[in-house]
């Protein structure tokens, strides 16, 4: 029997090996060849550590590759630590046993591959033919790549999850754990019903959200409908996705996704404007949705920012989303009044101030129905006397002529009163100013124009005799509220409101509130919002819903109140909590904040900065119109034009007032009946809405 030259080789060894071995520490215990022995055992002792701490089979075969080697080195060893030859020849017994080991065991030729030679002289077993394996009903022969066949297995194995088959697998390029599959289901003609994204994603070991299911749309040549599925498995790119997403990646997954903070929205386009430090994100929906729906406090969250920092704004067109967010709130800024800006353009359009995304803001001198009104509302403070000589300034500019009167009297009004045709304080003023624009009213209705014939007033249109008339009634409920002239004021008003735009006469209304139980009536107010631009400021929160329900804004519409302060918290306030500092001084700086409603939702801006501590002649003409020498002998005529300032007349409010030295504080002895003599109650009955204004009516029963 012929013997593997392996195997005749390291029996030759063991034999010839073990007398060396044995006298090698006997005879010569510090010669080289006993050093070698040593240091081929210490070699063994490490291949024993490597083959131990390797994750790799075959640690069994390793050790017993190497023990030759280091029991060697033990009987080297014990051989030199007995005296001589040992007891009974202890040493050579030892060499022989090591020898009888490896001719036994033969680890070198018997364990060096996992797998035996065949002996040479077995004859080679006769061959034959082996059955084909059966295909599984999972893994139909339709010529499928290798691809293919291989995810087929995979989810063989796997159990078929949702009783389906795969009928294509693709793979994704660049993405080694990406794949799509069209599956249909293991029973002809049935849905797939059971099948799950938890199913897919144990199938191929990766997370529920790398797992998407969606119905296969029939094509041709290829079935559809509910027996079929289409599955995308993305790991790797839902795992780039969220390192690195692109920004429609980051828009979509962020903010138009369900629940988001503009649901449906997707990604159009990202545009920086570098001048104005302001980032434009432009998104669209579907235009089956209707209106974008945006969660303004939401969208702030997503961009890294709070809603009232006012730094982000949103402007809806249609279909359409503009986020605007600015690097610092635009309503900080101080946007200085000038001439330029306060003069009106050719359709009597004047910039008031900037929208929240960077916009104009404009008001008008007159509309496409005769002059213009006006609603000024703000609490004390809010830059209601600045947004008033905003206007003053833009009907002055443009050639009307203008007049002034305030219940009460303070600084800023009073500069303003230079630049007007007349300036006055209180309600005796403000009722003299309001007959005069009644009587204009009649009179202007029988002025002919150029071509002798009479006409609504329209700038348009040559040939007008007259200039237009913008009247300014400040702090106007607090004289509608007066005693003995209140009501006839707001009556007054109401006439001027309903009339007054078609002869050139403009009413500006400037106070604190337009409700309607504080003492407007309802046809003032709807006449005063319907000829004018209103611009509402610095409205305390719990009345911004009130407030704009008043002017008739709809409920949708109804925009969130604006924060105290526009500048941004100052950071460590932690720090100064732990040092027992206090919180530094806020800053308010919403002076000239609040809304411009000229369409049917109100947009946030903040008004031009008059500055009248320098000075305001720059901002307004040089003369100042006044009106038509034949208004003014018309007015004179009926009474009504001298100097408003004096006390009241004989007669002008009927029987003659008690104390006419202080007009204000005068009483009727008895109430008159004439048109312009006989004073209205104090309170009309269809204007007490509020226990406030009955107890003043009855107060003022009592004194008549």
């Known amino acids: 029997m012929s013997v593997p030259r392996s195997v005749a080789l390291e029996r030759t060894l063991y034999t010839l090996a073990a007398p060396v071995l044995a006298a090698a ?16 055992g210490a070699a063994g002792i490490g291949g024993w550590a490597l083959a131990y701490t390797s994750d790799e089979p075959g640690t069994g075969r390793k050790f017993l590759r190497w023990s030759p080697l280091v029991l060697a080195a033990a009987v080297d060893v014990a051989a030199k630590n007995t005296a001589g030859w040992g007891p009974w020849g202890l040493d050579a017994l030892l060499a022989a046993g090591w020898a009888a080991a490896g001719l036994l065991v033969m680890p070198y030729s018997r364990h060096t591959r996992r797998r035996h030679r065949p002996a040479l002289a077995a004859p080679a077993p006769a061959p034959q033919l082996q059955p084909a394996p059966a ?11 290798q691809f293919t066949r291989q995810v087929r297995w995979l989810w063989e194995n796997r159990g078929m999850p949702g009783r389906t088959i795969v009928f294509k697998a693709t793979a994704h390029p660049g993405m080694p754990n990406d794949l799509s599959l069209l599956l249909r289901a293991f029973e002809a003609g049935r849905p797939i019903s059971g099948l799950t994204q938890e199913a897919v994603a144990a199938a191929f070991g990766v997370d529920v959200s790398d797992v998407t299911i969606r119905e296969a749309v029939r094509q041709y040549g290829r079935e559809g409908g509910p027996a079929w599925k289409e599955v995308d498995v993305t790991p790797d790119a839902n795992e780039r996705r969220r390192r690195t997403p692109t920004a429609h990646e980051w828009w979509a997954d962020r903010i138009g996704a369900a629940g988001g903070p503009v649901p449906g929205s997707q990604f159009v386009r990202e545009v920086r404007d570098h001048a104005r430090r302001v980032t434009h994100y432009i998104a669209q929906v579907p235009e089956e949705t209707g209106e974008p729906r945006v969660n303004k406090h939401a969208l702030a969250a997503a961009l890294c920012t709070k809603y009232d920092e006012g730094r982000l704004f949103v402007t809806t067109d249609g279909s359409q989303v503009l986020v605007s967010l600015w690097d610092s709130s635009p309503l900080a800024q101080v ?20 929208l929240g995304n960077g916009q104009p803001a404009r008001n008008r001198v007159y509309t496409d129905r005769g002059a213009a009104h006006g609603i000024f509302v703000a609490p004390s403070g809010g830059g209601k006397t600045q947004l008033m000589g905003l206007h003053v300034a833009a009907d002055a500019l443009w050639g009307a002529v203008v007049m002034l009167a305030t219940e009460a009297p303070d600084e800023k009004t009073a500069a303003l009163g230079r630049h007007t045709a007349r300036y006055g304080v209180g309600a005796l003023y403000m009722i003299r100013l309001l007959r005069a624009m009644a009587a204009l009213m009649e009179i202007r209705g029988e002025m002919p124009w150029e071509d002798g014939q009479v006409h609504e007033w329209d700038p348009a249109r040559p040939g007008c005799p007259y200039r237009m008339l913008s009247a300014y009634l400040d702090e106007f409920l607090s004289a509608a509220r007066h005693g003995y002239y209140g009501a006839e004021i707001m009556d007054l008003a109401e006439l001027v409101s309903v009339k007054g735009r078609k002869y050139g006469v403009g009413l500006k209304v400037a106070g604190q509130s337009i409700y309607v139980q504080d003492g407007f009536t309802q046809l003032l107010c709807e006449n005063l919002r319907e000829n004018s631009i209103p611009v509402v400021l610095k409205v305390a929160p719990k009345k911004v819903g009130d407030m704009f329900k008043a002017l008739g804004i709809a409920p949708e519409h109804i925009p969130d109140p604006l924060p105290r302060s526009f500048s941004p918290d100052e950071k460590g306030r932690i720090e100064r909590i732990m040092r027992g500092e206090p919180e530094p001084p806020a800053d308010s700086n919403t002076g000239g904040a609040g809304w411009i409603v000229e369409g049917k939702q109100p947009e946030v801006l903040r008004t031009l900065f008059m500055d009248f501590k320098a000075g305001i002649d720059t901002c307004f003409p040089g003369t100042i119109a006044t009106l038509t020498g034949y208004e003014i002998r018309e007015l004179q005529a009926r009474d009504l034009w001298f100097d408003w300032t004096e006390p009241p007349r004989p007669g002008e409010f009927g029987p003659e007032l008690a104390g006419s030295e202080d007009s204000e504080d005068a009483t009727p002895r008895k109430n008159g009946n004439k048109r312009r003599g006989g004073p ?15 107890l003043e009516a009855i107060r003022n029963l009592t004194d008549a």
């Open 680 to 694: 209205k109650p104090a309170a009309r009955r269809d204007a007490v809405t509020s226990p406030r204004q009955a």
């Open 25 to 40: 520490a006997n005879l010569c215990p510090g010669s080289p060849l006993n050093t070698a022995v040593q240091l081929a």
């Open 335 to 354: 946007f200085p009044a000038t001439r330029e800006l306060l003069t009106p353009d050719k359709d009597g359009r004047w910039v008031t101030g900037y």
């Open 135 to 145: 295909l599984s009903l999972a893994q139909p022969d339709d010529g499928a790549d």
